[in-house]
């Protein structure tokens, strides 16, 4: 496909959807533009390496101008700006919002320059393999001198410098110096990416004579705001990995993740990883971020675990200490209460004032007490009639300051599998408040299995509200994480499979207020290594 892009013919191609149905709605993916390296290259660089993150995100790949399949322009206009401007052009063409921008190499420079004309523009910005100034050059020098024959350490300074003659020279040195870029020679595999791309010999002499030697954003990434993944190798030559880790020194909170096994193009040598990473940083990570964000909102919302300042066992008909109204329960196997009020008690349900007796069906009814104050009656097992008081003025909630967390890590994305038994199958938690020895029973209809490190493991889940939870425990209880455990919920597949993302172990209500009463860990529930994942502690 090709647009008019600041008056230039501009080629791009779109791989994945920009919407993907979702139950019963459509759900945005977001947008990845992928910016080749050269000069005098193409998007080819990238395919098919790029396309597993099709799966999850858009990709707009885009040949520069005078590279690949777009527009052959004097070389004299293709500065860095104005790569630049063009990206910018065609994001604006195509009408996305805010776009991921990776940039490889050269692609990696453009990328930077972007980054610090257009921040209001960029969603995410990955760098891979590429360099903040134009002192790359003499590093990879030195590392040419390392590891490269003396043909190749006398020819390189032909392309960096800007001087090769014709296609065919340009081609020879390609053949001299080509496997300088991978770590693995898989001959094959060379030959077929280094044959894809559409050379461009005019901007690729021009650029390194004319623009390289002034290339140097190095001032201007101290001031980027954008989350940032830079990536390096330890066997590239051209942009060694000390160009990576000035970029991390530069660029405030961006993560450098370096790859061990790969050269110049660690999305080719390893691909798996690559893509694990970019996924991890595009996709997961966010998620992840958002999943936090909407924990800690709803622990202090107006009925969130914080707000709890008192649960009582209504046994009998009674009045509660402070609270309006007759309260008592319902026939001792019928969960939930009834609440008798007249108008000068002035308690209302769904806006209404309650005059005479009333039913609170368990965990739906909300009594309103006053502007801060409401009541809920509940349930737990053993337990069908308990009041719980709700205060959204409750000192816990003010002096909140968070809920500190390990960052996330895929390692901890564990495949399981759920044996499902008996519906009616019940097992035994001791419980914080409980007396010793007393136990409650809690539905558990099977149980899960899985491996970590060639061991396998299984946990017993209760039903709560139709979820499966897992209450567990694991050694860094007390230490780093909450000394009674944390919890997770598993959402079983039709065939049964099941992930436990312990990225979302989420600490149990009794962390945030001692008027919960939760589960210990059962036996089989305690793990005996640190899960260094998931929700730490109440800040």
Known sequence: MFASINGVRIYFDIEGSGYVPDGAYMRHRPVCFAIHGGPGSDHADFKPWLTPLSEHM???????????QSERVDPATCTLEQLTDDIEGLRQHLGFDKIILLGHSFGGMVAQVYATRYPESLDRLVLVCTAPSHEFYQAALKFAERIGTPEQIKVIPELFEGRIQDDEHLVRWWDICYDLYFHNHDEQLMWETGNRPIGSLEVANYTFKHFMPHYDVRPQLPSLQVPTLIIGADYDWITPLSQAKEIHSLIPDSKLVVFHESGHMPFIEEHQDFIDELTDFIIRVP??????????????????DLALIALHSISEPMSVTGIPGQWAPLDADQPGLTLTASASDR????????????????????????????????????????????????????????????????????????????????????????????LRYHQSPGDISFTIEDKTFAFTPFLSSGSLIVIFGDQSNGKSTYGLGRMLVVTPDTDGGVILDFNRSFLPPCAFSPHFNCPFPPAQNRLPFEVTAGEKQVI
């Open 58 to 68: 858009q990709i707009v790949y885009m040949d520069l101008r005078c590279n690949g």
């Open 287 to 304: 998620q992840h971020e958002a999943w936090r964000r909407e924990r800690q909102q709803s622990v202090a919302e107006f009925q969130g």
């Open 347 to 438: 308690l209302t349900v769904d806006g209404q004032m309650i005059e005479g007796t009333i039913t609170l069906e368990a965990d739906v009814t909300t009594v309103r007490i006053s502007d801060t104050l409401t009541a809920v009656a509940t349930t737990q097992p053993g337990s069908n009639h308990l009041l719980s008081i709700y205060d959204a003025e409750a000192d816990a909630i003010h002096s909140f300051k968070g809920i500190d967390s390990f960052a996330y890590d895929r390692k901890w994305v564990i495949k399981g599998k759920f044996v499902k038994g008996d519906n009616d199958r019940t097992m035994a938690f001791a419980h914080v408040d409980d007396a010793e020895g007393n």
